[in-house]
C-alpha cells in the first residue's frame, strides 16, 4: 500500500472515529452507572487513538516517512481499556468499518514498531558516537555482552574484526577458558 493510500485509509477511520467519539460522549451524557462509565472509557480510548492516527498521518503526509511521530501518542493507549475495544467496540462496527480498522490498526502497529527501532537506532548512533557514553558502555558488562552478543551474530562485522590482534587474543583468551 502506497504512503498515500495508508494516508487516506488512517484519515478515513480517524474521522469514522471522531464521530463516533462525539455519539460515545452524547450516550454517555444520557446514561447512568456502568453503562455510563463504560461509554466515557470508550471515548477516552477513541481519544488515545485519534491521536496516535494523527502522528502517523503528520509523518506520513508529505509523501515520505521519516518516523518523526511521538511513539508515546502511538502507544499510549490504555491497556485496561483493551478488552472494551475487543469486545465492545469492535463488534460494533459494520463488516465494512472493521476491515478499514483492522487495515489501520495494522498499519499504526508496523508504524510504531518501526518508529521504535529507529529512536532505538539513533540512540545507538547518539551513544557510539560521544566518548563518555563509550567509556560508560565499557564499564558495564551487560551491555558489552549484549553487544558481543550481536556482533558475534553477524558474520561481516565479525569478519571485520578477525583482522584485529586484540580480537584474535581475545578469541584465544576465550578458547583457553572453555
Not at 515520505?64 to 502511538?74: M, N, P, Q
Given at each position: 500500500?502506497?504512503?498515500?493510500?495508508?494516508?487516506?485509509?488512517?484519515r478515513?477511520v480517524?474521522?469514522?472515529?471522531i464521530?463516533?467519539?462525539?455519539?460515545?460522549?452524547?450516550?454517555?451524557?444520557?446514561a447512568?452507572?456502568?453503562?455510563?462509565?463504560?461509554?466515557?472509557?470508550?471515548?477516552?480510548?477513541l481519544?488515545?487513538?485519534?491521536?496516535?492516527?494523527?502522528?502517523?498521518i503528520?509523518?506520513l503526509?508529505d509523501g515520505?516517512?521519516?518516523?518523526?511521530?511521538?511513539?508515546?501518542?502511538?502507544a499510549?493507549?490504555p491497556?485496561e481499556?483493551?478488552g472494551?475495544?475487543?469486545?465492545f467496540?469492535?463488534?460494533?462496527?459494520?463488516?465494512e468499518?472493521?476491515?478499514?480498522?483492522?487495515a489501520?490498526?495494522?498499519?499504526?502497529?508496523?508504524?510504531?514498531?518501526?518508529?521504535?527501532?529507529s529512536?532505538a537506532?539513533?540512540?545507538?548512533k547518539a551513544?557510539?558516537?560521544s566518548?563518555?557514553?563509550?567509556?560508560?558502555?565499557?564499564?558495564?558488562d551487560?551491555?558489552?555482552a549484549?553487544i558481543?552478543?550481536i556482533?558475534?551474530?553477524n558474520?561481516?562485522i565479525?569478519?571485520?574484526?578477525?583482522?584485529?590482534?586484540?580480537?584474535n587474543?581475545?578469541?584465544d583468551l576465550?578458547?583457553?577458558?572453555?
Open positions: 500500500m502506497s504512503i498515500t493510500d495508508q494516508v487516506r485509509l488512517m478515513s480517524m474521522g469514522r472515529k464521530m463516533e467519539l462525539d455519539e460515545y460522549n452524547d450516550k454517555a451524557a444520557e447512568v452507572g456502568d453503562e455510563a462509565e463504560r461509554y466515557l472509557a470508550m471515548a477516552d480510548f481519544e488515545n487513538d485519534i491521536a496516535g492516527y494523527k502522528t502517523i503528520e509523518d503526509k515520505s516517512c521519516d518516523y518523526t511521530g511521538s511513539l508515546y501518542d502511538i499510549s493507549l491497556a481499556l483493551l472494551l475495544y475487543q469486545n467496540y469492535i463488534p460494533s462496527l459494520s463488516p468499518d472493521r476491515a478499514d480498522e483492522n489501520a490498526m495494522e498499519l499504526k502497529v508496523s508504524y510504531a514498531k518501526d518508529l521504535a527501532t529512536y537506532a539513533k540512540i545507538g551513544a557510539l558516537s566518548d563518555l557514553a563509550l567509556n560508560l558502555m565499557m564499564s558495564d551487560g551491555i558489552l549484549a558481543g552478543a556482533v558475534a551474530s558474520p561481516e565479525l569478519s571485520a574484526l578477525s583482522s584485529s590482534t586484540f580480537f587474543s581475545v578469541l576465550h578458547v583457553c577458558v572453555i
